[in-house]
């Protein structure tokens, strides 16, 4: 039986993909620093990506045959708060990781979880060719990171980027803009008159659901060459595009009656669009996005809305 580690379990790509494996039949180890929610069936080890020892003890227990490295401090806004322990987690988290399966599994196959963030604003159409210039500390712990699986593959490491663009789904913590902005509607939608405070309407992003990219991470561990691949739909769409789609799902046209822009949320660095190119995801893996951004807004819209119904 084939055994997948992932790091990052009780993360929101985490979960999807354990629950994608299993159903495969693969036997899956996830690793978790803390005592969030994991799919049943998932063997859990406690584990702080900053202690090589416990990431090295974990390693030598499963000796597992796919490692998927996602976890990580994924936040943009708060990695300007923290972006000591973003780089320790995001950059030498990979490091120890690797180095783990160097000793303990030397013929597993890597898939470590990349971001769009590692990327120019300069450069519209973003590939794997896009040249690297981090405008953030979490792009940045990224970019290292990516460099970092450059170096590993030229040692021989079967270890592969996925570099990721904006995904969501109804498992996005409530830190993210888009569960903020489907837990607004929502409330609203069941009477609220609290605003829904935003920052800047007009910043444009590449956004998938997060189904569609664990699929894509699947292919990548199975396939014959470790490499690079962008993972993305390849249609930006603004802050207020995602507003307005959440809204129409509930019927609420005249949205910008609703919101509000707090000029203390705007980022020092915010790229104003970035859509991703996945064209080699498509014609080496036959990886392309299967649901769609409005069917993707209106199941976290619907989620929000069962919860608060839930509690009432």
């Not at 699929?215 to 199975?222: I, K």
Request: no cysteine; hydrophobic share 45%; net charge negative.
């Amino acid at each position: 039986m084939t055994r997948a580690l992932i790091t990052g379990i009780t993360g929101q790509d985490g979960g999807y993909l354990a629950e994608q494996l299993l159903a495969e039949g693969v036997e899956v180890f996830g690793l978790a620093a803390d005592d969030g929610w994991i799919p049943d069936g998932v063997q859990r080890l406690q584990v702080d990506l900053r202690s090589g020892e416990d990431v090295d003890r974990a390693v030598a227990e499963v000796v597992p045959d796919e490692v998927y490295h996602l976890a990580g401090l994924s936040s943009v806004a708060r990695s300007w708060e923290a972006t000591e322990l973003t780089l320790d987690i995001n950059f030498l988290g990979l490091v120890r990781v690797v180095e783990a399966v160097r000793e303990h599994a030397p013929k597993a196959r890597i898939v470590h979880a990349s971001s769009s963030e590692i990327f120019t604003e300069d450069v519209t159409l973003q590939d794997e060719t896009t040249p690297i210039r981090p405008r953030n500390p979490y792009g940045l712990s990224k970019a290292v990171a990516h460099e970092a699986v450059q170096f590993y593959r030229d040692l021989g490491v079967s270890i592969s980027s996925v570099i990721l663009f904006n995904h969501e789904s109804v498992r996005r913590p409530d830190v993210f803009v888009t569960r903020r902005i489907t837990k607004a509607v929502a409330q609203i939608a069941r009477g609220s008159s609290e605003p829904l405070t935003l920052g800047n309407l007009d910043a444009r992003r590449d956004w998938g659901h997060a189904l569609d990219v664990v699929r894509a991470l699947r292919l990548v561990a199975r396939h014959e060459v470790a490499d690079d691949f962008v993972i993305a739909t390849g249609t930006s769409r603004s802050v207020a595009d995602f507003v307005a789609a959440a809204f129409a799902h509930v019927g609420i046209e005249n949205w910008r009656d609703h919101v509000e822009v707090d000029d203390d949320l705007l980022r020092p660095t915010d790229a104003p669009d970035r859509r991703g190119n996945a064209a080699k995801a498509a014609a080496e893996l036959g990886w392309a996005p299967e649901i769609s951004f409005e069917d993707m807004v209106a199941e976290m819209v619907d989620a929000d809305l069962a919860r608060l119904d839930q509690q009432s």
